[in-house]
């Protein structure tokens, strides 16, 4: 299973991930936040971050 978390250093609030995976990404004011490990788009959110704020692990 692969776990996703948002470095909240580098989020720019752009939302793109929350747009593109709701299931797994949500904003917390101005930030996103992970509320899932996995689900639909998580990769596609991933890789589109503009500033590559989200990390995953195998776990
Ligand atoms: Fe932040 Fe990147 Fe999502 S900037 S809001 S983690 S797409």
New binding site residues.
Partial sequence: MIKYY?DQEK????????ELAPEV?K?DGD??VGVADDGNNAEE?CD????N??HKSEV
Avoid: E, Q, T
Avoid at 11 to 18: E, H, P, Y
Avoid at 48 to 51: A, E, I, L
């Fill in positions: 948002v989020c720019i609030g752009c939302s793109l991930c929350a990404f904003m930030k996103a959110a589109s971050c503009p500033v704020a989200i």
